[in-house]
DNA sequence: ATCATTGTTCGATAGTTATTGAACTATGGA
DNA sequence: TCCATAGTTCAATAACTATCGAACAATGAT
């Protein structure tokens, strides 16, 4: 991942409520959340929620495919796992002291 | 770390110019390095890098020390690795999808 | 005391981001 | 076909963020 989908990335989370929609999705797993589920759980207007979500498509950290008439979105994994993996190698240069796993890995 | 500290922390690496300040200062270590030194460095302003290097100490990501004229910076490690914790546990539910470590460590 | 060095703060400006409701598109059902 | 449902897009607005250079503070040297 380059610095520059790292900074996208980093910016896309970097809103409380979409950091919300991403766990949300991480949680519901590979079946994803049709978008109407999204904004009746966190409560909010459909077009709010739309332009967060597209933030975070954009980003690469969710996808969407149509089903029926839903919009279903899924949180992308392997994203959200290489950006984990440019924090802790690029950007903390292998430092333990940043890594909490390196730490317990080396227990 | 809450997710308000969360979301801060996210805003402020979420530039390219702080990614990099952010960097360079886990590289210099403990020592840390003044302020001088890393616009030097990065080729910036003062003033713009004084502008930036707020935004990571708000958000608790670097500290600094008046050192004779020098302020001297210093990459907080806790910070970041609060950070990664939190991504990794809360907002991704622990799923080893999300994590490279966690798969890394369980292999 | 005076001056040079090192950074920070301030005001102006430009650009970006978030929110709202209304209009619009696409799909599926009667 | 006509209607209801599910989402997206658009325009307007407000708020926030980034950049610049000039002015300002704090420190250390002469």
């Known amino acids: 991942m380059e610095q520059s989908e790292v900074v996208e ?3 896309a ?5 979409r950091i919300e929609v991403f766990g949300l ?9 049709a978008a109407g589920l999204v904004s009746d ?7 709010t929620l739309s332009f967060h979500l ?3 498509k954009h980003a690469g950290l969710v996808s969407a495919e149509r ?3 839903s919009q279903v979105y899924r949180a992308n994994y392997g994203a959200m796992s290489e950006l984990l993996t440019f924090l802790t190698d690029d950007c903390c240069n292998g430092a333990p ?11």
Chains 1, 2 share one sequence.
Do not use: N
Request: aromatic letters at 0%.
């Open 9 to 11: 990335a980093l910016g």
């Open 67 to 69: 089903i029926g008439r």
């Open 13 to 17: 989370l970097a809103h409380h409520t």
């Open 25 to 33: 999705l991480v949680r519901a797993g590979p079946e994803g959340l």
């Open 54 to 56: 597209k933030e975070l």
């Open 41 to 47: 759980e966190l409560d909010m207007s459909a077009s």
């Open 97 to 107: 002291e940043c890594a909490p796993l390196l730490r317990k890995a080396s227990r």
